[in-house]
């Protein structure tokens, strides 16, 4: 246990812990970490808070949509990753033993791992950890909610059709809280450490031109979601990710090439924190992102735990 250890890790339970496991968990991490009975003082500091947080359901919540730390690397953790350069994107580089590299449709490899011997309290129980979809779209606010769950909801369906069948360690995480401001991430899949946060809009069929900036139609301007601050949070919030974003602009027929969408070129050397593509553009945008990233195959449990706590 060190400083930067979640609560959960703390108090040795999963994120989905009930309150009577909470209750169980501190008492027994309290005396063994109690100065009275030969405990160190800054532990048992670190377990009263922990319970202090997690105890109480709007502490906890709060907590939850914090994204608090999670796991440390372990030294001897597999496979190991290399530290990104200061201000760069992450994108790190996989030692591999036997210098095989795992492709996307291998069966997901869970780091750390599951099973027999592992004495750690998992962060995320294997049941919960081996579904490909958390959570659904809910209502949110009162105006729009009915078109924006439908909306949500044929982003979700084109997702688990086309993308998670061929990424059996991809993770849809649907509902997330940003961490940047008030509003929602509708969805997030992660896969190995590559992190794509999606987003939706409903479009009537046409041309459309986009420039990084702005979408336009007919020299009438369309205000996109705002992604890309969201976006640069997340990266910053998990600089062992590469974090990106795509902006799916749904057709009202269904037809997934509908509408067609231009990009324009940006200046050379411009990062693009946000894609915005039909959903055929979004499907095979998505699946070539997360397959081409280190080890597509390994579901990083810490991380998944993380973003399951940022739900609302």
């Known amino acids: 246990m060190t400083e930067s250890s979640s609560h959960y890790q703390v108090l040795r339970v999963a994120v989905t812990a009930t309150e009577k496991e909470i209750k169980v968990a501190y008492r027994r991490a309290a005396r063994k970490a109690h100065p009275d009975h030969g405990g160190d003082p800054a532990a048992f500091r670190r377990v009263t808070s922990a319970y202090e947080t997690l105890i109480d359901p709007q502490r906890r919540k709060a907590y939850d949509r914090s994204y608090a730390a999670g796991t440390a690397n372990k030294a001897d953790a597999e496979p190991h990753f290399d530290a990104p350069a200061a201000g760069s994107r992450a994108s790190a580089t996989v030692h591999q033993a036997g210098g095989a590299r795992n492709t996307a449709g291998d069966p997901p490899v869970y780091v750390p791992p599951y099973g027999p011997g592992?004495?750690?309290?998992?962060?995320?129980?294997?049941?919960?950890?081996?579904?490909?979809?958390?959570?659904?779209?809910?209502?949110?606010?009162?105006?729009?909610?009915?078109?924006?769950?439908?909306?949500?909801?044929?982003?979700?369906?084109?997702?688990t059709r086309q993308v998670l069948p061929a990424i059996p360690a991809a993770r849809l995480i649907n509902g997330l809280q940003s961490p940047a401001d008030n509003s929602h991430i509708d969805h997030a899949v992660l896969s190995g450490y590559r992190l794509a946060l999606i987003g939706?809009?409903?479009l009537p069929k046409g041309a459309y031109a986009w420039d990084g900036r702005t979408l336009n139609h007919g020299g009438r301007s369309i205000a996109p979601p705002q992604l890309a601050h969201v976006v640069r949070a997340m990266q910053d919030i998990f600089p062992e990710l590469n974090v990106t974003g795509w902006t799916v602009v749904l057709s009202p027929g269904g037809n997934l090439h509908e509408p067609v969408i231009d990009n324009h070129r940006r200046s050379p050397g411009e990062l693009e924190p946000v894609r915005i593509v039909n959903a055929a553009g979004m499907v095979r945008g998505v699946k070539e992102f997360l397959a081409a990233g280190p080890a597509p195959n390994t579901v990083n449990v810490p991380i998944l735990a993380r973003l399951l706590r940022g739900m609302h």
């Open 118 to 159: 592992v004495e750690d309290v998992p962060l995320v129980p294997l049941a919960q950890a081996s579904q490909q979809v958390h959570g659904m779209p809910r209502k949110r606010g009162i105006f729009g909610a009915e078109a924006r769950i439908q909306r949500e909801m044929r982003t979700v369906q084109l997702l």
């Open 200 to 202: 939706s809009m409903l």
